[in-house]
């Protein structure tokens, strides 16, 4: 598998000249390797919303993580649902970033209308990944 940064750039700037309602649906196909190493497939479906856009994803990965019990690496299938509001930057003002800076995180459309998934997706799959990950269920441990 030929390992590429996750990057998933998608330009709305049709999206958001149509209707709100309008919606379009993207495959993706990333691979991570930043705090965990996996490889994240599924469906994007962006939806023109009056704040912005709303991005629906079902997502379906292999995360490479180390038992907790014996240490051995192994391969996690896990699935999960993402639902976040894309906001315009223009449409964040200055007042709101200096107001409250935990929002400056917030998901942004940029000035070329660029939407970027891979933060989201890599929130979600960081979030759904198990605390104390084990390689089968009754993993005896160290011998
Ligand atoms: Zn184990």
């Known amino acids: 598998m030929e390992k590429e940064p996750l990057r998933a750039l998608i330009n709305v700037a049709q999206l958001l000249k149509e209707p709100v309602g309008s919606n379009q649906s993207y495959d993706i196909s990333e691979v991570i390797d930043e705090e965990v190493e996996c490889f994240v497939e599924g469906k994007a479906k962006l939806i023109h919303i009056s704040q912005g856009v709303l991005v629906q994803c079902k997502l379906t990965a292999e995360v490479k993580l180390i038992c907790s ?52 997706i890599r929130q979600y799959t960081l979030l759904n990944l198990p605390m104390k990950p084990l390689c089968r269920p009754d993993c005896s441990g160290i011998n």
């Open 69 to 120: 019990r014996c240490l051995d690496t192994f391969l996690l299938p896990i699935s999960f649902t993402a639902e976040e509001e894309f906001i315009p930057i223009s449409d964040v003002s200055g007042d709101l970033a200096l107001s409250s800076p935990e929002q400056s995180e917030e998901f942004i459309i940029d000035n070329k209308n660029i939407l970027d998934l891979s933060e989201l």
